[in-house]
């Protein structure tokens, strides 16, 4: 599993390979047909920086070779806010003295009924980590009704063992999307410093247990905002080609979550610029051609509108990121405030504005019997 | 004398095509480009994604954008079917759904260079034969899936030229030959054809059709692309007719070099 590999690395060798880097490294990289780990280093260095235009255009080509002119829509659905971890820079930490809730099945069943209304096929589900309040069984009996509506149900909650994603495989859920959150060990312990989540290696090992029950979607993300981006862009990467090469018949997808303000008052220790967030996706397109590259709407529209065609192909709109937030909204709160709140309508404008496609429907529920 | 030089008409399971050039759907910037380039091609077989499609609308905008144009066969492909009773899932409700019997049978586990598994597309093609589909297999370049494929009554056979997006031509050519010179179905080139020379290329070694998606639909004008490679298709399927002359490695004067022998 990725812990083996992983333990190979620690993050000062990484470090010192990407600062590591001059501008003829860089160049090499850029040139060469498939890349050594000192290349991939040299991609993100500093010394890269000053080609981020030549990199934007690679990105953009291979996208479009790739994928099309098309951005991918989907929608988030919260089904609870209750927790048991504290992590320190979300809203849901168990600390925070907000309103909670997990939807019943008839009240999930109307989020999604609105959701498809308003167009889309593609649904994430979410939830805290509270095995109590949201047991693996009423995710598995949430996802054999969901899926019966749209053509694809991935799910963004706690990790589980490889039988229990398994079971929710056969429910109908077809992707696994688990964020990392960091890969430097120190400051993973440190903004976790309870609950199931304290755990590094459980969370770490967490997609290999996912392409071992056989999800077609492993998405992965570092949440930029804790620690270096340059390094925690570096061991994404790593994570993402080894995922590929392990689970081969898996469709590997990286998101690319900037840290928001959320209840509880966290300010993100290290800022990421426009420049950094640009440069990470143009990165990864060049070592990942065939990843599935996703920004969410917690981007504001400025950065959303004008990376969507540098390497992006998945895109949410109209996201709420509280359970009921769209039938029943402020019942319970969110898990952090969404930047972007242009409707999915006005979204498929601004995407067909850039000559790209908005596409509802890539998947088909049918794939899985 | 070989059948295909007598007449130019392509014929696929009992259906004449006028063109030689079918077209990928998925990568277009709109229906709108989608519908000028289709016209500027003169295609007459175009395929798109079953899981592009909304099977639950039978208003779904991708599938009217293509159905509206006349004479076109609706070619549904199973793109993402990671093995056969997922490829044969699919089919069965573009069936139902109305979409016809025609099936592009596309089995790619690989998510990264979308590579056909030999396997799984020999299964799903004898069981899709079996339940009345005419069924056209993308495949590797094997001459032997090819002819495995023939016997179990595909309509044709799709090897790549190169993996799918990669524009990279024909890089599978001595297969690609063999599969051609044994071939008693269409051969039609998949894949990998990024610029018209390439579709040329395939049409001159004697591929009875090419299939092009990406080459179109990512280029600065795909309605000119789309008009190009027509062009080139119907150049490459004139020379191969007018039977091409045969590369050699030496010279030939025109003034052979002996003729004072014949003086």
């Known amino acids: 599993m990725f812990d083996e590999l992983y333990a190979h690395h620690t993050w000062e060798t990484v470090k010192e390979l990407i600062y590591g880097c001059n501008e003829q490294d860089v160049q090499h990289a850029l040139s060469a047909e498939s890349l050594s780990p000192e290349e991939m280093a040299a991609l993100f260095s ?11 255009v690679k990105s953009s080509h291979i996208t479009r070779m790739r994928f099309g002119n098309i951005i991918q829509l989907y929608a988030p659905l919260y089904i609870s806010n209750e927790c048991t971890n504290s992590c320190v820079y979300c809203g849901f930490n168990r600390n925070n003295d907000i309103k909670r809730m997990t939807l019943t099945l008839d009240q999930v069943v109307d989020e999604a009924n609105l959701l498809y209304e308003r167009g889309f096929r593609h649904v994430l589900l979410l939830t805290g980590e509270h095995r109590k309040a949201v047991p693996v069984s009423f995710l598995g009996e949430i996802a054999e009704h969901i899926h019966r509506k749209f053509a694809s149900v991935s799910i963004e909650v706690y990790p589980m063992e490889t039988d229990e994603y398994r079971y929710m495989s056969q429910r109908g859920i077809d992707g696994l999307t688990l964020y990392q959150e960091t890969y430097n060990r120190e400051i993973y312990s440190e ?49 993402a080609l ?43 397109r060049i070592i990942l051609p065939d990843a599935g590259l996703v920004l969410s709407t917690r981007e504001p529209e400025y950065i959303r509108d004008n990376v969507m065609s540098l390497g992006i192909t998945m895109m949410s709109a109209g996201s709420r990121t509280e359970p009921g ?35 509802w429907k890539d998947w088909d529920r049918d794939f899985i019997s | 004398m070989d059948v295909k030089k007598n007449s130019d008409d392509l014929i696929i399971a009992g259906r004449t095509f006028n063109s030689r050039l079918f077209i990928g759907t998925g990568k277009f910037s709109s229906s709108a480009v989608m519908d000028r380039a289709i016209i500027a091609s003169g295609t007459e077989m175009i ?46 409700l573009a069936r139902e759904m109305g979409c016809g019997n025609w099936i592009k049978l596309e089995v790619t586990p690989d998510p990264r260079y979308l590579l056909p598994d030999p396997v799984e597309t020999l299964i799903a093609a004898e069981k899709m034969v079996k339940e009345g589909f005419i069924v056209l297999p993308y495949i590797n370049a094997d001459p032997i899936l090819a002819k ?19 524009n990279r031509g024909i890089k599978t050519e001595e297969n690609i030959r063999i599969i051609i010179e044994l071939a008693t179905v269409p051969v039609v080139v998949d894949a990998g054809l990024g610029m018209p020379s390439h579709a040329a290329h395939a049409m001159e070694m004697g591929a009875d059709a090419v299939l092009v998606n990406t080459a179109i639909a990512s280029a600065h004008e795909p309605v000119s692309m789309a008009a190009a490679f027509k062009l080139g298709v119907e150049a490459g399927r004139a020379a191969f007719s007018s039977g091409k002359t045969v590369e050699t490695l030496t010279a030939h004067p025109s003034s052979p070099l002996t003729g004072f022998l014949r003086d």
């Open chain 1, 242 to 284: 080894y995922l590929s090469k392990t689970y081969w018949r898996s469709h590997i997808q990286i998101s690319f979550p900037r840290l928001r303000k959320a209840p509880g008052g966290f300010h993100p220790p290290v800022e990421i610029s426009d420049y950094a967030l640009t440069h990470l996706i143009c990165v990864m």
């Open chain 2, 47 to 92: 395929t798109v994604a079953l899981r592009r499609v909304d099977l639950d609308n039978p208003a779904d905008d991708l599938l009217n954008a293509i159905m509206k144009h006349e004479k076109i066969q609706l070619l549904p492909n199973t793109s993402g079917a990671r093995d056969a009773d997922e490829a044969l899932r699919l089919a069965r």
């Open chain 2, 148 to 166: 495995r494929l023939e016997e179990a009554g595909t309509a044709t056979v799709m090897p790549l030229g190169s993996p799918i997006g990669s």
């Open chain 1, 46 to 56: 500093p010394a890269s920086d000053p080609f981020l235009e030549t990199m934007a």
């Open chain 1, 325 to 359: 937030g769209y039938t029943r909204p402020g019942l319970a709160d969110n898990q952090f405030s969404i930047e972007d709140s242009r409707s999915p309508e006005e979204m498929c404008r601004v995407i067909r504005g850039h000559g790209l496609d908005p596409v």
């Open chain 1, 191 to 239: 903004v976790h410093p309870a609950g199931k989540k304290k755990d590094f290696l459980w969370r770490l090992t967490g997609p290999d247990r996912g392409g071992m029950a056989g999800f077609r979607k492993i998405g992965i993300a570092p949440l930029l905002g804790l620690a270096d981006w340059r390094v925690e862009g570096y061991f994404t990467a790593l994570h």
